[in-house]
Structure formats: C-alpha cells, structure tokens
C-alpha cells in the first residue's frame, strides 16, 4: 500500500470531515467502468456504484493494505456486479472448455491479434465496439481493463479474484472470437 493509500484509509477510518468524499472522488471512475462494464444498464450502474461506496465505507476497516486500495476497491465493485448478475441469472462469463488455469502450448503463444491496429480504420473499429458490447460481462470486462485500461493482469487478478492463467484464457479466445468475427464482417476469409 501506497503512503497516500495509507493516510487515506486512516483519515476516512478517522472520520476525518470529507476524507470519504475524497475516496470516492477519487476511485468513483474505476468503480463506475468495473460495474459498467458488467452490467450495461445506466440506471442499475448508478445504484450499484453506490452500493459498493456503502460496502467500501462498510469494510474499510478489513482492508489490510496486502494490495493496492484501487485494487480492493475494484475488487468490492466487480463482487457487487458478479452478485447483482447472478441474482438476475444472468451468466457473466461463456464456458471457456477445460477449466484448467494453466494455458496450454497454444495459449501462450501470442495469436497476433493487436486490439489497437483493429481500431485504426473507423468502420472496422464501428464493428469491433459492436462486437465487444456483445460480449459476456466477464470477457467485455476482462477485455477492456486490460486492452482499454491497460490495467496488468496481476491487477486484475486481484480486483476478479480469478487466477493469472484464466485471465490470459479468457483474454486469449475472447480476442480470437472478436478477429473471426471481425473477419466474418469484413468478409476475409482465414
């Protein structure tokens, strides 16, 4: 933990006057792009953003400082999303096959898919938002914080709770899924 993470989470524990406004000011973008990311409904956003706020203010106390705080409270934003879907019933993530969370040969070798080269033409990037907003909760968010966000999958590992290896699985087929079905809009064959 930060030095600033650190007087942070002392002064919103201390009920320093305005330290939990500054908290959420602070990491009320990151919260709004996890839940976003997951949920896509504007309104249900909004209510889970500050039901996770009210769980942070809740548990600040458990925080430990093993991570970053931005990591736990991406992490307390995507457990609010994964639970407001799954009371909905709605599967945040397709079956990937074979559960394994190590990566097979084939896995780790780079599929040469480059996200930001896809983007360079407008009606190929048009195509490519299209497909990402159809993508599962998991692998749209997945995506996005690591491609978009450039967050590290160590970071993400720690705000999903899921292993490295699964976030590079996960990465893996969601990219080669956007490429055949960018191919296919395009109409080039493989």
């Known amino acids: 933990m930060t030095e600033d993470d650190r007087k942070l989470v002392d002064a919103v524990l201390g009920n320093v006057p305005g330290a939990f406004e500054r908290l959420v000011r602070e990491y009320q973008g ?13 309104e249900d956003t909004r209510e889970l953003c500050q039901e996770a706020f009210l769980r ?6 458990q925080y430990r400082g093993e991570s970053a705080l931005k990591s736990w409270i991406g992490q307390v934003a995507y457990s609010v999303a994964k639970r407001h879907l799954e009371k909905r019933r709605i599967a945040i993530a397709e079956p990937v096959g074979d559960e394994d969370d190590g990566l097979s040969l084939l896995d780790q070798i780079s599929d040469g898919f480059d996200l930001e080269t896809a983007c360079a ?19 749209r968010t997945l995506l996005t914080l690591y491609h978009l966000d450039e967050v590290p999958i160590v970071e993400i590992a720690r705000i999903t709770g899921l292993a490295e290896g699964t976030i590079k699985s996960h990465l893996f087929r969601t990219r080669a899924r956007l490429r055949e079905r960018l191919q296919a809009r395009m109409g080039v064959t493989a």
């Open 56 to 61: 942070v203010h809740q548990c600040l106390h």
């Open 121 to 139: 033409d407008a009606e190929i990037a048009a195509g490519l938002h299209e497909e990402i907003e159809a993508l599962p909760p998991l692998q």
């Open 30 to 42: 990151l919260c709004w792009h996890i839940i976003q990311r997951m949920v896509r409904q504007p």
